[in-house]
T-cell receptor
C-alpha cells in the first residue's frame, strides 16, 4: 500500500534562518507531488506541484522553493525565513490521471 | 482562478442527526471533486472522490453528490456520531490534479 511521510512534525525557526522540509512517498511510482500551506483561518493554498523528477511548477510567488531530486521525494526549502512563512505545511501525492489525492500529516512551522 | 465556498462555516448538531454540508465552486471545468476531513493539527484524510462524469459516490454513512454544471457538491452524513467531529473540506480538481480548497465546515457532533 502507498504511504506518505512528512517530517518534521513541528519546527520553530528564527527569522532569516534556512528551511528544509522533506516528503517521501512509498508504494507508488511517478506520482504527482504537491506542497500546500494552511494559514490560520484560511484554506489550503497550493504552493508547488511536480509531475516528474526535476519538474516543478510554482503557483504562488514567494520566499520558498521546491525540488524533486528523486521520483518519490519532494523538498520544500527557503534560504531565509520570514515571519509570514509560519503555517501548516502539507505534502500530498496523487496518480497521474486525476486520481485520489493523499496527504501527509503536516509540519507546523513557527517562525519567531 | 477557481474559488471554493463552503457553507456553513461551522455546524453543531446532536448525535444521531443527519446533516448536509455544502460546497460551491466557480469554475465548472473540473476533472473530479474530493471530500476530506481534517482533525485539529492533523493532515487531511480522503473521504470520497467523485469523477466529473459521476453524480454521486457513497462510502458507509457518507454520500457525496456533484452537480458539475452548477458548480455544487454536497456531503451527506447519516446518523452523525461524536467521532465525525472535524473540519470537512471539499476540493475540486483541475489539470495536473491541482486541488483548490475553501476554508471548510467545522462540524461538532454533541453526544
Amino acid at each position: 500500500s502507498q504511504t506518505i511521510h512528512q517530517w518534521p512534525a513541528t519546527l520553530v525557526q528564527p527569522v532569516g534562518s534556512p528551511l528544509s522540509l522533506e516528503c517521501t512517498v512509498e508504494g507508488t511510482s511517478n506520482p504527482n507531488l504537491y506542497w500546500y500551506r494552511q494559514a490560520a483561518g484560511r484554506g489550503l493554498q497550493l504552493l508547488f506541484y511536480s509531475v516528474g523528477i526535476g519538474q516543478i511548477s510554482s503557483e504562488v510567488p514567494q520566499n520558498l522553493s521546491a525540488s524533486r531530486p528523486q521520483d518519490r521525494q519532494f523538498i520544500l526549502s527557503s534560504k531565509k525565513l520570514l515571519l509570514s512563512d509560519s503555517g501548516f505545511y502539507l505534502c500530498a501525492w496523487a496518480g497521474q490521471l486525476n486520481t485520489e489525492a493523499f496527504f501527509g500529516q503536516g509540519t507546523r512551522l513557527t517562525v519567531v | 482562478k477557481q474559488e471554493v465556498t463552503q457553507i456553513p462555516a461551522a455546524l453543531s448538531v446532536p448525535e444521531g442527526e443527519n446533516l448536509v454540508l455544502n460546497c460551491s465552486f466557480t469554475d465548472s471545468a473540473i476533472y473530479n471533486l474530493q471530500w476530506f476531513r481534517q482533525d485539529p493539527g492533523k493532515g487531511l484524510t480522503s473521504l470520497l472522490l467523485i469523477q466529473s462524469s459521476q453524480r454521486e459516490q457513497t462510502s458507509g454513512r457518507l454520500n457525496a453528490s456533484l452537480d458539475k454544471s452548477s458548480g455544487r457538491s454536497t456531503l451527506y452524513i447519516a446518523a452523525s456520531q461524536p467521532g465525525d467531529s472535524a473540519t470537512y473540506l471539499c476540493a475540486p480538481g483541475t489539470g495536473a490534479n491541482n486541488l483548490f480548497f475553501g476554508t471548510g465546515t467545522r462540524l461538532t457532533v454533541i453526544p
